[in-house]
């Protein structure tokens, strides 16, 4: 079923680049939390929810696009978790970090996921705890890697964070990178950044795909408190504050 989900993202992406590549003004509104959507963020759901019925028509599907309402979804043990486009800000601005993300959950824990670069072609995607990168047709496991100092990976749209300046602060010594979209938790995965913390709000399509490739890399995806990120069915769909890291 993975490859059939690679299949799908790739198709997801062509819809998303239709759009990015397209000399028309891009169409942007606003959604009730004031975040940004596009013609392609509808135009890469109904390209994913389209394939994941049919591919799967026994397993719901929980998009950031389409959210079903809770008395709907709150027994689940199984879904899809889907974002069509994460980093919406960053396809916005043009500058390729955006990706469309697919996990499947079961009973709380993303057992399989796929971030896919539609700018770029590149995929990452991870099933029973082996992750791996896919360019250009080829494909290598990945796995996380210590390096001194650390780099830390940081997001580009949520820069200006008390919270997070304060962690760098004690941190000791280490460099920074500003990237968009669930691609931080890939950089992880692959060994080219050593930590992700993020204390401003996310949503559980933001993560979940990015969880699946961090942690069948060998990465922890820990909240605050040590407890890793839990995807169980609940009203809201936010995620407490958290880090990927090696340890």
């Known amino acids: 079923m993975l490859e059939q989900i690679c299949q799908l993202v790739h198709k997801a992406g ?12 891009m169409k942007i509104s606003q959604k009730s939390d004031d975040s940004p959507v ?24 929980l998009s950031e696009e389409a959210p079903p309402a809770w008395k709907v979804r709150q027994h689940w043990q199984q879904y899809w978790l889907v974002d069509p486009l994460d980093g919406t800000k960053e396809f916005i601005k043009r500058n390729g970090e955006f990706t469309v993300n697919i996990a ?26 082996k992750a791996w990168k896919d360019q250009n047709g080829c494909r290598v496991q990945i796995r996380v890697c210590d390096a001194i100092p650390p780099l830390v990976v940081v997001s580009r749209s949520h820069r200006e964070d008390h919270e997070l300046s304060e962690y760098l602060k004690q941190l000791g010594e280490h460099q920074t990178i500003s990237v968009g979209s669930s691609l931080k ?3 992880v995965a692959e060994g080219k950044a050593q930590l992700y913390p993020r204390f401003g709000p996310t949503n559980i399509w933001d993560t979940g795909a990015g969880h699946a490739v961090a942690v069948a890399a060998g990465a922890h995806v820990h909240d605050w408190t040590g407890q890793t990120l839990d995807y169980t069915p609940r009203e809201s769909f936010l995620n407490p504050g958290f880090r990927v890291s090696l340890f």
Not at 44 to 61: C, E, F, K, M, S
Request: charged fraction near 10%; proline fraction near 8%; include cysteine.
């Open 14 to 25: 062509h819809a998303i680049m239709a759009v990015y590549q397209s000399h028309t003004p």
């Open 38 to 61: 596009t013609t392609a963020d509808i135009a890469a759901h109904r390209v994913i929810l389209t394939g994941l019925n049919a591919l799967t028509p026994d397993i719901p599907v």
């Open 104 to 129: 499947l959950i079961e009973a709380g824990k993303p057992v399989m996921g796929v971030v896919y670069v539609p700018a770029t072609g590149v995929m990452y995607l991870a099933e029973k705890g």
């Open 185 to 187: 938790f890939c950089l």
